[in-house]
C-alpha cells in the first residue's frame, strides 16, 4: 500500500520545506492550506503555484470565522514593524492567533482520515517563533495523542511530523537547499506578515527570513526571482 | 472577579442541561452554537430560542467547510432509520464526524480566551453515544491538556468540564429535572437526526432521547408542548 502524508501548507517559506520533506517520505501527499482570515491571499495564492510546481493534490479549506482574538493576523490591526532583526520584542508576539495550531491539526487530522492517511507534517517550529505555545514539540505530542484518542481511539493513530522543530532559519534554509526543486518552490513562497510583494521587509515574519538566507550564505530566491522581473528591492 | 465559562451548545437536550449546569456554577456564561454543516438549521434555532429563554450571550459559529467525511451529518446521505431503540448497531456509528469534538473544543477555547475565561462545559458523555471516541472522559482530558499547553503553556490552563460524562439519559433527565427552568428550555431543544418538528422516532437521536424519557418515567416537555400546540405526535 502507498504511503500517504497530509501537509498542512500555507504557502510560506518553511511550509514549502516540509512539502519537499513530505515529497521524499512519502507516496502521496496532499497539501492542505487553511484560510483562517489572514490580512492577506498572497499567501494561499504562493500556495496555489508551488503546490502545481510540486505536483501534489492541493485543498483549500476557508475557516473566515473560527478563529477570534486581538492578533493583527485576525483582527486588521497594524502588524508591527521593526527597523532591525534585533529590535524584536521577546515574550509571545501579539501576532499569536489563540488556537491557530490546534485548529490546523484538527483539520489537517480530519483530512487525513478522509484520504485514509495517519501521517501529518507541520512545519512549526520552537526557533524563532516569537514565542508562540503552540510551535512548541510539547503541544505538537500532546495533540498527537488528543487527535488519536479522538478520531479511533487508539492512542497511536496519527504521528505528526515537525521537520523544522529544532532547526534555527539558517538550518531551514540549508535543508531547502538539500532537497532537489525545493529553493525552486522558495522563489514562489510568501512570507511577509503585510501581504507585500515585494515583501515589505520590516515585520516580523520578513527579518527573520532574511536573517535565516543571511546566516546561510545564500540569497532568497523570492528576491532574486523577483529582481530579475525587474522588481527594485 | 466573576466566574465565566463557555458551554459548547447544539441547542439539544444534553447541551440544554449543561448549559443550566453552567448557570449553576458561573456568573457569567456565554454559549457558543457551531453550523459545521449539519443537515438542518433547526437545532440552532432551538438553540437561540433557549439563549434568549435562559439570558446568556450567544454566539453562532458557521464554519461549513471545516469537517468532511462518510457521516450522512456531513455528506447529506440518508439517516439510519430504527423501529426500536433495541434494533440500534454497535460499534461506531455512521454518524461519526472525525473531529467534530477536537473542532469544537478548539473554537470553545478560542472564545474562552477571547472573553476571558478558563472553564469549558461540553454535553460529551460515554454513555448511549454511539461508540463516538471523541465523546470519552479519555479523550477530554488529552484536549484539556494540549489546548492548555497551546493557548498559554500552562498545563492547567483550561478546565473542560462534562456533567454528563458518566450518565445515563435517564440520569440526565432527572438532572434536568433537578433544576429551576431547565425542562422548560428542554422543551425548546431539538435532536432528531433528521431535523425534523415533531421529530422523526426512528433515528438513532430520537430513539435515545425518548428511552430517557421513558427511563425516568416523565414526558418529553417538547412532545408535550408540540401536543399541546395541536401536533399529532
Known sequence: MSSK??????GGQDSTTCLFWA????DL???????YGQRHSVEIEAAKTIAQLSNVTHEIVEVPQVLVGTSPLVSGDPVGQYDCVDDLPGGIEPTFVPGRNALFLVIAANR???VGATDIVTGVCEEDYGG??????AFIDSMEGALSLGFSG????FTIHTPLMRL?????VEMSMSMDGCMDAVAYSHTCYNGQVPPCGKCH???????GFDDAGVPDPLITRLESHGARI
Do not use: W
Open 5 to 10: 502524508a497530509v501537509v498542512l501548507f500555507s
Open 23 to 26: 515529497l521524499g517520505k512519502f
Open 29 to 35: 501527499v496532499h497539501a492542505v492550506s487553511i484560510v
Open 112 to 114: 487525513a482520515a478522509s
Open 132 to 137: 508562540y505555545p503552540d510551535c512548541r514539540r
Open 154 to 157: 487508539d492512542e497511536k493513530e
Open 168 to 172: 534555527t532559519k539558517k538550518a531551514t
Open 205 to 211: 515574519a520578513c527579518h527573520l527570513r532574511q536573517r
